[in-house]
T-cell receptor, first 117, second 115 residues
């Protein structure tokens, strides 16, 4: 089956630093990747849609300068949380959609837990 | 904004019993999907049902879709302790198509299966 990896799985950083999270599709080409944020015991909130070779589309209320997304290849998208603050602490999950998939089935990574001190 | 609303929010059953979870949504959809999430983990895709389908089965899972009521149900038969997880419905609204299509997740249901 389609596998998506995320790295790192867990990161702790100091306030003011930037953190990069990688999302890779391991056995398929992903023209589109999605970045979600999840607070404890809550649902997934879509942050942005990342299409290979083009600028990401951000959801309303998500700061594009705060959450930088790069989708440079068909197997890799990165999310950089810039100047992180404690309120950015959350569980970040990416997903990827196979270019051949017409029913929008998304394959999810295992998530990255970010803690900002 | 969230489109799907699951109920109940939490469900606790005995191993061997069936678990039924419901999801309601607001706008017209292309398809509806159910996902499972174990604590602190990513999501696992369970089943996708298209808007022109009414019922679908996969192993111990049975999903129904009623587009007139804008609702779906997920039935897990003969539940096991390993089914303990959070379950989410996600809708693919048909106002978003092709490269713009995206999923909107409900709040989730916490299922506990007691051994």
């Amino acid at each position: 089956g389609a596998v998506v990896s995320q790295h790192p799985s867990r990161v702790i950083c100091k306030s003011g630093t930037s953190v990069k999270i990688e999302c890779r599709s391991l056995d398929f080409q992903a023209t589109t990747m999605f970045w979600y944020r999840q607070f404890p015991k809550q649902s997934l909130m879509l942050m942005a849609t990342s299409n290979e070779g083009s600028k990401a589309t951000y959801e309303q209320g998500v700061e594009k300068d705060k959450f930088l997304i790069n989708h440079a290849s068909l197997t890799l998208s990165t999310l950089t949380v810039t100047s992180a603050h404690p309120e950015d602490s959350s569980f970040y999950i990416c997903s990827a959609r196979d270019w051949a998939e017409i029913y929008n089935e998304q394959f999810f990574g295992p998530g990255t837990r970010l803690t900002v001190l | 904004s969230q489109q799907g609303e699951e109920d109940p929010q939490a469900l606790s059953i005995q191993e061997g019993e069936n678990a039924t979870m419901n999801c309601s949504y607001k706008t017209s959809i292309n398809n509806l999907q159910w996902y499972r999430q174990n604590s602190g983990r990513g999501l696992v895709h369970l089943i996708l049902i298209r808007s022109n389908e009414r019922e679908k089965h996969s192993g111990r899972l049975r999903v129904t879709l009623d587009t007139s009521k804008k609702s779906s149900s997920l039935l897990i038969t003969a539940s096991r302790a390993a089914d303990t997880a959070s379950y989410f419905c996600a809708t693919d609204a048909n106002r978003y198509t092709g490269a713009n299509s995206k999923l909107t997740f409900g709040k989730g249901i916490t299922l506990s299966v007691r051994p």
